[in-house]
């Protein structure tokens, strides 16, 4: 597979000439963070593919640089770092256009010091992530180098990407897990998953039957952060810069309903899909692939348990996916990762277009590629930038109201994700809507992100509240707590434009299915099908539901997904019927 530094020596030495004499140059050269597109790298030209995102930035050389030039390479850096979360990937010796000049080592060697002493004015740590020499027929070898510039953690401010864990029954998804996050391999027989259970029936049978959260960190140098040598949650929050969560969902179809809900009210950033290589495609893997695409979700794939396999049968497991992700309902594009080199250039392509697919291949008793995947997450970008999130967090406070527990000397807890605003230590909310479309006030008495205290919630991450006193009975599943200045539209009846992707008969009035709407799950009822009397398997049409128990909050353009049996369909919420309660702020009926 071609690097992301893949050019042909050839080419090299044709443009040799104008290279040295660019090289040659003394002091720091500019760098620029380009937006235009460059040429594509190919066996025939020298030149990088485009930059993926803000977070990639292109240098030749930064040599012994001016006081006032360091100050301005700095101040770029920080601002870098800002965009992208915390974490920006510079190539050096690479011309602005796009070209592999490399620089000698004496001039990399100096290069990466000026860097390092940049990152350490920002407060960030680097990494260089890989080297290539390149030859241009010169004295000396030329070399170019990625190098990972990552802040280091201040007051919990990590970056943080979310992963739901996807794949069939005994695919090897908990074990996975386990050997990630707790940082020792697997006995085969399962021994890693067995601190990922939540219950005693799934300890005796091995399946997973509900949503458990996991989290794998990496400090400002690249290093894995995790459970071993007896680190708490605490304590991996305070180390790490960047936080994987991931979210283990179940595999058996019995389960399929908690999957949904975990894929749908979640928000998933990335979706992991593992197969096993001794089973292949089977069970429910080609329902949570499609699963993932419905909702949008950028997906890769790992290929477990390849120690079990001979190499024929791994391969044929590969050549089985590349046909189904190449099928015209997939459109995606495969990527084999097979070495380090592979990890990098996948991260990059994967966060650029969201039809790349990479595949890993690797084993959690052998531990075999276990690092390509370690490398994958470490360098994989977030989707959305700052502007994004700085947009969301000036909206008035939404927080989705997803788990509920009830802790000793704490009382009643809810976990969930932030979807807009920020939430304080001691802030005023109204949660709801109950069954007749009220809400009622609380306080927030204290927040916990990823297991460990934390003071200011912000828009996209996820956390537990703790509510003190209130009434647990009072709360449930799929309710929103927001702001007491917020008017949230409160409705019976919705109208969403859907495909029905699958049924065996006819969809029409009357039908009852299971919708899912970020994270409202109920039975719905279907009223009317505008234009026409009846639904078969692949039509359009925009259908009213009702919903059959109380009243839900929800949003127009927000992604909808229904099933009922073997029944499927996709769609999206295109209008809302208030009910009375939602209709004005003063007919919200807040309860005290």
């Known amino acids: 597979m071609d690097s992301l530094f893949g050019t042909a020596a050839a080419a090299q030495k044709s443009c040799s000439g104008a290279a040295s004499r660019k090289t040659a140059k003394n002091g720091s050269k500019k760098c620029k963070n380009r937006s235009a597109r460059y040429p594509k790298a190919s066996n025939n030209l020298p ?116 992963v739901a864990v996807l794949g069939n029954v005994d695919s090897g998804k908990s074990t996975l897990l386990g050997v990630l996050t707790q940082g020792e391999l697997d006995n085969g027989r399962g021994r890693a998953r067995l601190n990922l259970f939540r219950h005693l029936h799934e300890i005796q049978t091995g399946r997973t039957s509900s949503i458990s959260i996991e989290i794998l960190g990496f400090d400002s140098r690249g290093e894995v952060v995790n459970y071993s040598e007896s680190r708490t949650a605490e304590e991996i929050c305070e180390s790490a810069s960047k936080m994987i969560t991931f979210i283990d969902l179940a595999g058996h179809h019995k389960y399929l ?136 967090m000036q909206q008035l406070t939404e927080f989705q109201v997803d788990e509920i527990y009830t802790v000793p000397d704490v009382g009643t807890v809810v976990g969930g994700t932030l979807y807009s605003g920020i939430c304080r230590e001691g802030e005023q909310l109204v949660v709801g809507p109950t069954d007749d479309g009220k809400f009622r006030e609380l ?90 009397d009846e639904l078969c398997t692949g039509e359009k049409a925009v259908v009213r539901f009702k919903f059959i128990k109380h009243p839900e909050y929800l949003k127009v353009g927000a992604k909808l997904l229904f099933r009922e049996g073997v029944t499927k369909g996709i769609g999206q919420v295109i209008k809302l019927q208030p009910s009375k309660h939602g209709s004005s702020h003063h007919n919200l009926g807040v309860q005290r």
Not at 126 to 138: A, C, G, K, N, P
Not at 455 to 480: E, I, N, P
């Open 257 to 392: 309903k908690t999957t949904i809900f975990g894929l749908t009210s979640y928000c998933p950033d990335f979706a992991m899909l593992v197969v096993s290589a001794n089973t292949g495609i089977a069970g429910t893997t080609r329902e949570h692939l499609g699963l993932a695409m419905a909702l949008k979700v950028p997906i890769f794939i790992v290929v477990s348990k390849v120690d079990l396999c001979a190499k024929g049968t791994v391969e044929r497991t590969v050549r089985q996916l590349e046909r189904i992700l190449k099928q015209p309902g997939c459109n995606k594009v495969p990527m084999l990762v097979s070495s380090t080199d592979d990890a990098v250039t996948a991260a990059q392509k994967f966060a650029q277009s969201p039809s790349i697919t990479p595949i890993f291949t690797l084993s959690s008793v052998s531990g075999e590629s276990l690092d390509l995947l370690k490398v994958f997450f470490n360098i994989l970008p977030p989707l959305s930038d700052c502007k994004e999130q700085e947009e969301l």
């Open 443 to 532: 306080t927030v008495c204290s927040i916990q992100r990823n297991r460990s205290g934390c003071r200011v919630l912000r828009a996209r991450q996820a956390a537990t509240l703790a509510l003190g006193d209130f009434d647990r009975s009072l709360l449930r599943k799929g309710m929103v707590m927001v702001s007491p200045e917020m008017n949230p539209t409160i409705c019976w009846r919705f109208e969403a434009e859907i495909v029905l992707l699958f049924h065996t008969k006819t969809f029409h009035k009357g039908f009852q299915v299971t919708v899912h709407v970020g994270n409202v799950r109920q039975t719905a009822t279907v009223e009317a099908l505008q234009g026409k």
């Open 47 to 162: 030149y990088l593919p485009p930059e993926v995102s803000l977070l990639w930035f292109i240098c030749l050389k930064l040599v012994n640089p001016t006081q006032y030039r360091f100050e301005h390479l700095a101040t770029q850096m920080k601002w870098r770092l800002q965009e992208g979360h915390g974490e920006a990937v510079y190539q050096i010796g690479v011309e602005d256009n796009g070209l592999l000049v490399g620089l000698t080592e004496e001039d990399m060697k100096a290069s990466l010091k000026t860097l390092r002493r940049m990152a350490e004015r920002v407060g960030a740590d680097i990494t260089v992530l890989r080297e290539r020499e390149v030859d241009y027929d010169s004295d000396e070898p030329h070399i170019i180098a990625e190098v990972l510039v990552r802040k280091v953690p201040d007051d919990q401010q990590f970056l943080d990407l979310r």
